[in-house]
């Protein structure tokens, strides 16, 4: 997670508890509180020293150490504490089991405070142990447990917690590791520990990892082995990495396992960062010689599995989002578009395959990031995707029509991104898009949209040149194709096109579609003409309400619009209010449940109207400005989120935003069809009224639904920089070039 991010939460947690006392950012990594109510953002779990304060610690005395009489650091003073407090626990552990018979002896679980006694220890003894030669320190400090404890009890310790303790799983396994190089003690062991008889001993160092990943595997201890690997590496660097357990590890993360697949992803993630970073530290080895970099490889079947484990996140069950956000581990979203990018790496997108109706791999991995940021509204992450996916047929046309529908179809609804709209459609087959039932009519709207008469008239004349016949009732006469050219006629006034597209449609669907209703009312709401708006208001009160429903937000907005924009007022007009009633009083008698989409697009409404059309109240703290509009459209958006009350027990009164007497008690419906446009509404303004608090909060509720740090810094880059807009892209590195050169640095210095 962005630092700037988590530095705004501290900010903002301590100004309403601490009368805005101010601390330095390294104050929220340690601060327990802090932490705990940041869980929904920050990707890190961190255990409070604190805790280990009120155990009994122990003594050295028992074991014949060298005590150093020098003084300590205090990381020295902690290592040395969390030793002793696990040697009095492993200690006692063997005495009372000691003192009750084999037979009937209860084997006690390790409560929480001595899991979090041993993780304690591991973090201390990784800073402390940075040499890799390990074993000559003489200091209790940079000794670890298994060469302190005596070897009876470790081994008995370990043999009673084994089955049931993780930690204890891992404690060995890290204790093997660590001492490596130190044969006879780990064999020592080895032979000693039942769990592990009739292993071979290892006769080298790499050996003893082999042990330790083998034995974790058959634990079903997965996403352990990768800690395994990266300790092993971290503490004896120079060497190169071994391929085949990197490969064998990947194979056991790649099954799919639901309780666990989240945290295998991660530990994926781990991997492959650990791989990529690891011969830049380490470019020789101990003789000085170069060595030879290894990528991360992944078979097929690999990168199948793994997307599919990413993929199912999006169908996490509310238990399992809520479980994972209260041990604060990162959000679901974020992880799938991560490890999604990740795969998407390892690959170079240009076609293999002769035949282009095979979906390689790669293609298909594109495909499904595609798929899932149309879904959520992430413009700039369908745009980055596409780029880094377009070339690799030598064709446009040979890709999955479904998938350029919805590249052209995002792309339309923002008019930054009408250019790439144009490239696309220059480079697709006429044959190909005008005998498509998603393309054409997506074609169409574009045009219409961009005002083009021109090459509205080229794409008609392809239209009758190259459509087959057999395709004309289900491409032009459907109904998708019949609004499309019902709009495109109106917005061109061809009334004698009209007539006839309104004649089919009686033709074919026995009278007007509500695609067709919907067409004519948003034709008339766009003249900004009062006799219009009340043309297509008394109409859509006319017909029936299954029919209308979908036109009161057009309705709503245009409304917004002329009572803002076209008379410049500052409040609504009562007769706009009465309007806007009427419908939603309507609408909630046909939908009381609230089902229909129309009340997602009230939600958005109301927060433009508050945002961007409502005069800003500036209150001065800082020497910064600030908008209290802003704070209470972002009140109203958390209340609304954490909303547990069933939409179908809202009174009238809350039915209605715009008529709402308190507004910080307004709950609106948000979903994922228009979080994202909300949260974009209340960035932008606050980037106008320069509020920083505000938009680093949308920009981590924006993380949280699965953008990624390069999707935020693409958004507001191409919303405010036209060099990136009017830029050509052939595949995401000249996208990454051009974020470098020409993105918003006081943006970019936010999203860090």
């Given amino acids: 997670m962005p630092s700037n991010i988590i530095r705004y939460y ?420 006429p044959k190909m898009y005008c005998n498509n039932a998603l393309l054409l009519p997506a074609i169409i709207n574009f045009y219409t949209q961009k005002n083009n008469i021109k090459e509205v008239e080229i794409l008609m004349h392809d239209v009758n040149h190259y459509i087959l016949p057999e395709n004309i009732n289900h491409v032009v006469y459907s109904k998708t194709g019949l609004d499309a050219m019902l709009k495109m006629r109106l917005h061109f006034k061809d009334s004698s096109g009209v007539d006839s597209i309104l004649r089919k449609t009686k033709e074919l669907y026995g009278g007007y579609t509500k695609e067709s209703y919907r067409a004519i009312i948003q034709y008339m709401m766009k003249s900004n003409s009062e006799v219009e708006f009340k043309k297509a208001i008394d109409l859509s009160l006319s017909i029936p309400v299954d029919f209308a429903i979908n036109s009161f937000p057009i309705i709503i907005s245009q409304l917004l619009d002329y009572n803002f924009k076209m008379k410049k007022v500052e409040y609504l007009h009562d007769d706009v209010l009465e309007i806007i009633d009427n419908m939603l009083h309507k609408a909630h008698s046909y939908d009381p449940k609230y089902f229909s989409s129309i009340w997602n697009i009230i939600a958005a409404l109301y927060i433009k109207k508050l945002v961007v059309f409502d005069k800003p109240i500036y209150m001065s703290r800082s020497g910064s400005r600030n908008s209290v509009n802003l704070e209470l459209a972002k009140t109203i958006y958390i209340n609304s989120v954490n909303n547990k009350i069933p939409w179908s027990s809202i009174n009238s009164l809350e039915r209605n935003p715009f008529l709402a007497p308190e507004p910080q008690n307004i709950r609106l419906k948000i979903s994922k069809s228009n979080s994202v446009v909300i949260l974009r509404t209340i960035a932008g303004g606050a980037l106008k009224y320069y509020n920083n608090d505000i938009f680093q909060w949308c920009c981590a509720e924006l993380y949280r639904l699965g953008f990624s740090v390069k999707d935020l810094q693409l958004t507001w880059s191409m919303h405010l920089k036209h060099q990136l807009r009017r830029s050509t892209y052939q595949d995401k590195n000249s996208v990454d070039s051009a974020l470098t050169s020409h993105s918003v640095k006081h943006i970019n210095k936010k999203l860090k």
């Fill in 10 to 429: 501290y900010r903002k947690l301590r100004f309403l508890s601490c009368n805005n006392i101010q601390f330095s950012s390294r104050t929220v990594y340690n601060h327990k509180p802090v932490i705990n109510r940041l869980s929904l953002v920050i990707a890190k779990s961190y255990y409070s020293k604190d805790l280990l304060k009120s155990t009994n610690t122990g003594s050295l005395s028992d074991i014949s150490t060298n005590k150093s009489t020098t003084s300590k650091s205090p990381q020295s003073k902690n290592n040395e504490k969390c030793i002793e407090n696990l040697i009095n626990t492993i200690t006692t552990n063997f005495s009372n089991s000691s003192s009750c018979s084999n037979s009937n002896s209860t084997k006690q679980k390790l409560s929480k405070l001595e899991k979090f006694q041993f993780r304690d220890y591991w973090n201390n003894f990784d800073k402390s142990r940075s040499s890799p030669n390990i074993s000559n320190s003489s200091t209790t400090n940079n000794k670890s447990l298994l060469e302190i404890v005596p070897l009876d009890k470790f081994t008995h310790f370990t043999e009673n917690n084994y089955k049931h303790s993780r930690t204890i799983r891992a404690t060995y396994r890290r204790e093997l590791i660590i001492n490596s190089k130190n044969l006879t003690l780990v064999n020592n062991f080895i032979s000693n520990f039942k769990q592990l008889n009739g292993v071979q001993l290892p006769q080298t160092q790499l050996d003893v990892l082999h042990l330790c990943i083998n034995d974790a595997i058959k634990t079903l201890d997965t996403f352990m082995t990768v800690d395994l690997y990266i300790l092993y590496y971290t503490l004896y660097p120079n060497q190169q990495l071994d391929t085949e357990y990197s490969s064998k590890i990947l194979t056991c993360l790649s099954v799919l396992n639901p309780d666990s697949d989240f945290h295998e992803l991660i530990k994926f993630r781990a991997l492959k960062k650990f791989f990529e970073t690891y011969y830049d530290n380490n470019p020789k080895d101990e003789q000085n010689n170069p060595i030879e970099k290894l990528p991360l490889y992944l078979s097929n079947k690999q990168v199948s599995q793994l997307c599919t484990k990413a993929l199912s996140l999006d169908n996490m069950t509310i238990r399992q989002y809520t479980q994972l956000h209260k041990n604060n581990h990162l959000p679901s979203k974020p992880l799938m578009k991560a490890v999604l990018n990740d795969l998407m790496d390892t690959f170079t997108y240009k076609q293999t395959s002769v035949n282009s109706l095979i979906r390689s791999k790669e293609i298909v991995l594109a495909y499904n990031a595609i798929q899932k940021d149309y879904t959520t509204g992430n413009v700039a992450g369908v745009f980055y995707n596409w780029t880094r996916c377009k070339e690799y047929y030598n064709y446009l046309s040979n890709h999955d029509p479904r998938i350029l529908y919805k590249v052209i179809r995002i792309f339309t609804h923002y008019r930054h991104y009408h250019d790439f709209v144009t490239e696309i459609i220059k480079e697709l087959s």
